[in-house]
């Protein structure tokens, strides 16, 4: 049972299509992982045993997923489970219908083991809530797993499961994948189907898969994406799945980058340095490098007005039956976006649709494959502090500046993969950020797969979480 944690989730699934592994077996060893890991971590609050083996006795071969279990974020519905959104408000909500992605992934043969730890309505880009508490980084457990999708990217690399889904509107998959050294992937979209019945043409928030290696994450994506009517702007499936397309791409030859997005954002020295490592090992397998980027100077302003109207479109009756409940993030966005004004969301909008254009440009006028720069601008800080307020002398007045790395890409609406890079000198994960052309899902991958060779990193988790937590005294 130790050995199957260590498995790649392809490598699983192989094994389960050739019978020489049972579901039945693949659940026993996520819950003994669960049980040995996550008192540490706190990664996965809430578990539905009874369900995941009932689905095990009865998961098919033929399927593409063939009864492997995986974790899902607690912002998606999953029926019969207990779903909270991280919030007191749904503490006790235990939910009909499954979303979309779920419904996806079990389909297609996944058994869901239980729900991964998030904050309150993905609000902020540290895992913690008041329901559950804080979830932990395993690399060091008294560093942050960053959020909101801390809890997947956690179990991930704790290997308490082989895949698990992720969320994105400002970073919240690929923050976490790189604080905490997995894969986690961005999509165009659309690409994956989800159920927002609030916004349902809305495209600045995503679902996603996460993995611990880029082929595992090209798999899931098989899984979660296709077409599907309750969503408007849901895409087919390609006719080539993203998992061989993955396999068999070329490697990248042209990238642009940047270590800053133009200047709009500070840099850790750490995280320059493990960049600057990674640049080198692009320009070792042969990628011609030019360092330049999109105009993202009002991508900080842009992101924050969109955010703020987001929130008034989706937390309006939380805030109006609820206030009390809701932490000072949830507020703080609800609060701003009632403040903007008709012109406010118009200039957003327009300075978005320049930023798209500019972005796509580099793929169709200038013969780029991928664009690259950070996916956070600090390697992992205290699980304690609430977000990154500055960085090399600049300060930041609120708590999503510091995500401006991920953020500005959101607006772009490329599909965008963290993949790990390497480490600090403290030993803690920093990863890069490959941007790749419009509903190129395969291609990013396939790059992305190529570039993660060269580092050899896909085998550096699942571990034991690291360190101690510090005692204090009154």
Known sequence: MTDLIHLTACAAVDMLKAGDVTPQEMVDAAYDRIEAVDGAVNATPILCRERAEQQAKTASRNTLLAGLPVGIKDLSEVEGVRCTYGSPIFKDYIPNFSDIPVVNLERHGAVLIGKTNTP??????????????????????????????????????????????????????????????????????????????????????????????????????????GQDPRDPISQPLPHTSFRQTCRTGAPPRRIAYSLDLGGIIPVDPAVEQVFNNALKQLEDMGVELVETCPDFSNAIEAFKILRGLGFVNGQRENYEKHRNLLKDDVIWNYEYGRSLTAEDIAQAQRWRGAIHADAVRLFTQQDFDAFLCPTAIVPPYPAEQLWVDQVNGQTFDNYIHWLAMVSAITLTGLPAISVPAGFTEDGLPVGVQLVGAPFSEGRLLAHARHFESATGLATAVPIDPKGVLAVTSS
């Open 120 to 225: 309150e309505f993905g609000a902020g880009a540290n895992t913690f809530n008041a329901v559950f508490g804080i979830t932990r980084n395993p690399w060091d457990i008294s560093k942050s797993c960053a959020g909101s999708s801390g809890g997947s990217a956690v179990a991930l690399a704790t290997g308490q499961c082989w895949l698990a889904s992720g969320s994105d509107l400002g970073g919240s998959l690929r923050t976490p994948a790189s604080f905490c050294g997995i894969v986690g992937l961005r999509p165009s979209p659309g690409r994956v189907p989800r159920l927002n019945p609030g916004d349902p043409f809305g495209t600045m928030s995503v679902e996603g898969p996460m993995g611990r290696t880029v082929e595992d994450t090209a798999l899931m994506l098989d899984a979660m994406a």
